[in-house]
C-alpha cells in the first residue's frame, strides 16, 4: 500500500526561478541599494557567442583578453602550440564582459571588425527596420515587419488561381493592409518545387495590372517577386520599390542594375539550382555557413555595384533546396544570419517542412506557420512573409507583449 507523505515533516524548500534577464523590479525587490543598479545589471546578461574561423593570432588574443577580465574563449587545443591557422572561438562572458572586451579589440590592429561583429551580436538594437525604398525611407517600430504575400499565378503551391483577377487581387491585398500587413509582396510566377519558368512578358501580364491598382489603393510599399530584370523594372514603375529575388540577383546578368537604377530595395534570396531542381541537392557539410557565405557575397556584390547597404535585406531561403532537417536547422540557428548586418526575411508560411513535422496539407498548417513565427519574434528576424497576415499579427503582438512585459 503506498504511503501518504507526511507534509508537515517535509523541510521548507525555498522558492526558486531561472531568470534569463533579472529586471530593476527584481533586483530592487532584494533590497539593493538602487544606485548599484548600474554597476549589478550588465553582470546578469550573460552570452555565449560563437566566432567562426578565427584566424590563430586573433584566437589567441581573444582567449587572453577575456581571461584577463574575468570571461573565458573556448579554442582548439592546437592554438596555444601555433600548429593550426584557424580555429572557431565560443566566447563566454556578461555583457560587462563584453563592453570591456570590445573597447579592448579596438585598440589591436586588425581587429576592429572582430570588435564590431561582437558589438552587432550583443548590443545591436533590433526593435526598428529602416530601409531606403526608392527614394523614400519607410520606418517600422515593430518587428518583425509583417509581409503579406499576394500570387497572381495559377499554379503556386498553396494559393494559386485565388487571385489571378487583378479586382480580387486588390481586394486581398486591401484586407491584408486591413489585418496589419506593411508590405505586400505580388508574385506571377510560381517557385514551388519542380515548378517551370514563364517567360517575362507573361509574368509581366501577371502583376503589373495588379500593381498598378493595388498601388493606387494601400498606403504601404509592395514588393515584386521576381528574377528578371525586366518584370522588375516595369514593376517598379508601375508602383513597387523593393525587388524580391529568389536567385539572390544572379539569374539576370541585369537585375543588378536594374536595382541600382531603381533605387528599390532588394531581398536577397539563398537557393541552390532553380524550382525545378532545387531539391534534387539538399545535402550540405554546414548549411548555415554555406548560405551565410553565399549572402555575404551577395551582399559584397550589391555594395561593389552602388547599391546602398539601407536597401539590401537577406533570406536563407526555406524550403529552397533544403530538406526538412536542413529547413529546421535554419529556423533554430535563425539569429547567426544578423551578423551579416542585414535586415534578416524568414519566407516559412505553409511550407512542406512544416506539413512533414504536423502532418497536414498545405491549407491545413496554420498553427505550425504560426510557431514558426513566433520563434522568428523571439530570435530577432526582421520581416516575415507570410499568407496569413492576420494570424501573424496577433502572435506577434502576444510574443512582444510577453518579451517586453516588465
Known amino acids: 500500500m503506498a504511503q501518504r507523505s507526511n507534509r508537515s515533516s517535509r523541510k521548507e524548500l525555498p522558492r526558486a526561478r531561472k531568470l534569463s534577464y533579472a529586471t530593476d523590479r527584481e533586483l530592487l525587490s532584494c533590497g539593493i541599494d538602487p544606485a548599484s543598479l548600474p554597476y549589478l545589471k550588465p553582470k546578469l546578461g550573460h552570452r555565449n557567442l560563437l566566432l567562426k574561423n578565427i ?15 574575468g570571461g573565458d574563449v573556448a579554442v582548439h587545443r592546437q592554438v596555444i602550440s601555433g600548429k593550426i591557422e584557424h580555429s572557431n572561438c565560443i566566447l563566454m562572458g556578461d555583457l560587462r564582459h563584453y563592453r570591456l572586451l570590445i573597447e579592448k579589440l579596438r585598440l589591436q590592429p586588425g581587429l576592429e571588425s572582430i ?106 510599399p509592395i514588393s515584386i517577386d521576381t528574377s528578371k530584370a525586366s518584370v522588375a523594372r516595369a514593376a517598379v514603375d508601375a508602383g513597387a520599390c523593393l525587388i524580391n529575388d529568389i536567385h539572390a540577383l544572379g539569374n539576370d546578368p541585369d537585375m543588378l542594375s536594374a536595382v ?40 559584397e556584390q550589391c555594395l561593389e555595384a552602388g547599391i546602398d547597404p539601407s536597401s539590401i535585406l537577406i533570406d536563407p531561403g526555406i524550403g529552397f533546396g533544403k530538406d526538412l532537417s536542413g529547413n529546421l536547422h535554419i529556423i533554430k540557428h535563425i539569429e547567426d544570419f544578423r551578423s551579416l548586418k542585414m535586415p534578416v526575411v524568414l519566407g516559412h508560411s505553409r511550407k512542406s517542412f512544416i506539413g512533414a513535422v504536423i502532418d497536414t496539407p498545405s491549407d491545413k498548417r496554420q498553427e505550425g506557420t504560426d510557431a514558426v513565427s513566433a520563434w522568428a519574434v523571439v530570435k530577432g528576424v526582421d520581416m516575415l512573409r507570410v499568407h496569413d497576415v492576420g494570424h501573424t499579427h496577433k502572435v506577434r503582438t502576444m510574443i512582444r507583449a510577453i518579451l517586453e512585459s516588465l
Open 55 to 69: 584566424k590563430l593570432y586573433a584566437a589567441n588574443i581573444l582567449k587572453q583578453s577575456m581571461l584577463s577580465i
Open 115 to 220: 570588435a564590431e561583429t561582437i558589438e552587432e551580436q550583443v548590443f545591436s538594437d533590433s526593435t526598428k527596420l529602416e530601409l531606403d525604398l526608392c527614394g523614400q525611407r519607410y520606418q517600422w517600430k515593430h518587428l518583425p515587419v509583417i509581409m503579406g504575400i499576394l500570387n497572381t499565378t495559377p499554379d503556386s503551391f498553396s494559393d494559386g488561381g485565388l487571385f489571378s483577377d487583378p479586382e480580387k487581387a486588390l481586394d486581398h491585398a486591401l484586407s491584408m493592409e486591413e489585418q496589419g500587413a506593411e508590405i505586400i509582396d505580388i508574385g506571377g510566377e510560381s517557385s514551388r518545387p519542380g515548378a517551370q519558368g514563364i517567360e517575362p512578358e507573361e509574368e509581366i501580364n501577371r502583376v503589373i495590372p495588379v500593381i498598378r491598382k493595388v498601388a493606387a489603393k494601400i498606403k504601404i
Open 260 to 299: 541600382r537604377d531603381t533605387h528599390a530595395g532588394v531581398i536577397l534570396m539563398h537557393m541552390r539550382g532553380t524550382p525545378k531542381n532545387m531539391q534534387d541537392n539538399t545535402s550540405y557539410n554546414d548549411i548555415i555557413d554555406e548560405i551565410f557565405t553565399f549572402l555575404a557575397r551577395g551582399i
